[in-house]
């Protein structure tokens, strides 16, 4: 019997998708063989003349920043150590990826605990912490974004799930998934046997997606 291929139109039909697989990239793979949401989606490509970047990247990129905060309690948007951003539902969060990749804030870069600590006071976007910090230009520009990437892959940051936000607006993790990092304080993983293996904050690639 062959398997019914998804077929995605819909925001509804991405959350049915995310909550299936677990966890899937979202323009790509990943690089590690995971399911993508690119693939799935039957929205036409951009056509000869069209301008923007046609109806199937669109919706996706929408999408990618609606699914988290329309249904926070079922879908979390985060960035794996190759570094490329992918959605996963809560379940696999709590049960295989933050006991898997949570590193502490000691072990991260003195540039990551910097933006840590600003991102302590209050929520901001991107720009304003390249700005807050004057790292607007390269190379120092290039060192930000390996930083923040780094806390994004250490579960140490998370992007805020709201649907007001026009541009990415970071926050603690712990303040957004307290329940996420308690579970993981208090108990054990049953799905990990145990302490698990991680990947060293130095393999972190940077990836923009």
């Known amino acids: 019997m ?6 995605v139109r819909t925001l509804k039909q991405a959350r049915a998708y995310v909550l299936q697989v677990r966890i899937c990239g979202i323009f790509s793979d990943a690089g590690v063989g995971i399911p ?8 036409p490509h951009r056509q000869p003349g069209e301008k923007g970047w046609g109806q199937k ?3 996706i990129w929408r ?9 926070p309690e079922e879908i979390f948007y985060g960035k794996i150590p190759t570094g490329h951003a992918v959605l996963m539902n809560m379940d696999h969060l709590r049960a295989e990826h933050y006991p898997k990749h949570y590193r502490p804030l000691s072990e991260c870069s003195p540039l990551a605990q910097r933006i840590y600590e600003r991102l302590k006071l209050d929520p901001l976007t991107t ?7 004057n790292m607007t230009q390269r190379p120092e520009r290039n060192r ?3 930083a923040l990437q780094e806390l994004q892959v250490t579960l140490n940051i998370a992007r805020r799930n709201s ?5 990415d607006t970071w926050v603690l993790f712990s ?3 307290l329940d996420v990092v308690q579970t993981r304080t208090h108990g054990s993983n049953p799905a990990q046997g145990g302490i698990a293996t991680r990947i060293p904050i130095s393999r972190v690639r940077c990836v923009t997606e």
């Open 36 to 43: 993508n949401l690119w693939e799935v989606v039957d929205l």
């Open 163 to 167: 649907l007001e936000d026009e541009n």
């Open 127 to 133: 720009g304003s912490l390249r700005k807050e910090l």
């Open 63 to 71: 999408w990618k920043n609606e699914l988290p905060a329309v249904y």
């Open 175 to 177: 303040d957004q998934y």
């Open 144 to 146: 930000f974004d390996r």
């Open 57 to 59: 990247v669109v919706a």
């Open 2 to 7: 062959k398997r019914r291929v998804t077929t």
